[in-house]
């Protein structure tokens, strides 16, 4: 998208009008225009493909949520709130969003140099103390005989949330985008947003099918945010889940442990392993992380081929997992987009200040993302919100 200085506007068609207009709609600017259609705005949204979709950064079935935010406590009222908006995104929409029955992470006992991952446990049991969320430390032995298919090792920390979970990715996407709807939000899909610049005072967004003029812009591209804003900041980077045949499935289920999260001494060593939801894909699904390459939503290699499954497996699955078999029954790729410090950027357009960018949620950002949009909603409405200043461009 570019971003024509208004000198450059040399014809100002006629435009249609909005509260509110919402670039992208996954995770994010779903929940940007469901809340702020809940809130009686006139909202308008547009997404270049159809969402819930396999291109950005919002799919794959589910995702890890967790109260205890090791991150940071700032995250811990957005997920709070998340849960909460889960359940009644849920009930309203008559699906089951939030499977919340627990979930575990492990980290090495002794220094390790993954710097996302290393001190994962020790960081999270300080949260969990200071915000009062139930977390308990399990000694290797003890983490054994609960969960005797992970094979957990005598150097290694382990911390269990029982209210941690998974979000269901896309039926929270379509949800939000039925009650966006349902509350009188009009949204396009296949529809590009070409464009973004002034007339009259106010941002003007281009696409195929004309242009909207609105109050406030909220612009939630994910992987595509480069394009728009803060280009030298933002990392994309191609990410890969595979979902591998369990001989006993319903020991993987939700209700029994929702993921593993399981940092060791290097982050190619990082292995996320996650509950299998019932009616989903009858498999379990797992990932890594890499941050080596980055890459464009245009230019990522959207095949995995079967070495790359293969090697995961030898690697990865077959030492630390117990029960699963080499048959891969899907794979996707799916796409991070970094800071330089892994924190989210939510602030105002480095050009306009009436447009905010929602974005580069850097590879754990689902789980709050009901909250921040019902924030970045609220803040667009003139009401209190919860503090989305942590995220702000000014700490770079
Ligand atoms: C493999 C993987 C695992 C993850 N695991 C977790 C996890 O366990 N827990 C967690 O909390 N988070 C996790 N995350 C992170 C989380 O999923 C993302 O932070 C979140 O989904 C990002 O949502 P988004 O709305 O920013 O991006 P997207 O969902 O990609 O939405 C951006 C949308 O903008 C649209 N768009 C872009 N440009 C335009 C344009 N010009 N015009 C119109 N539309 C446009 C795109 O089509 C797209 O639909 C994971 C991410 C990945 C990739």
Redesign the pocket.
Known sequence: ?SLPQPSTVVAMPAVRTADLAV????????AVACQAARLGLDVVG????R?P?E??????E????RLAVGEGAHYVPFVQRSHELWREIGAATDTVLLHDHGGLIVAPAGASNDERWGAFVTDTAAVAAGTGIDFEQLTPAETRTRFPHLLIGDDETVGYEPTAGL?M?ERA?AAQLDLAIASGAELHFD????GLRRSGGRPVVS?SEGEIAARHVVV??????P??HDHDRLRVTR???FWFEADDLERWRPDQLS?VIWARSSIEEYL?A?GSPWGGIPAVKV?GEQFVEPTT?DAVDRTVSRNEIAAFYERMVEPRLVGLTPNCVKASV????NTPDDHFLIDVHPEHDDVTV????????????AAVGEAVARRAAGLDHLDLSPFGRSRF
């Open positions: 998208m670039v992208g709609l996954g995770a994010f600017g779903a547009f997404d270049r493909y969402p979709h291109f950005g950064s919002s799919h794959a589910t995702r890890v949520t979000v990715a996407v529809s590009t947003v070409t696409t939630a591209a994910g992987a595509w945010a394009t728009v990410q890969v889940v993921f996320g996650f990932l939503p799916c796409l991070y987009t929602v974005s580069a949620c850097s590879g754990h950002g689902f789980k709050h993302s």
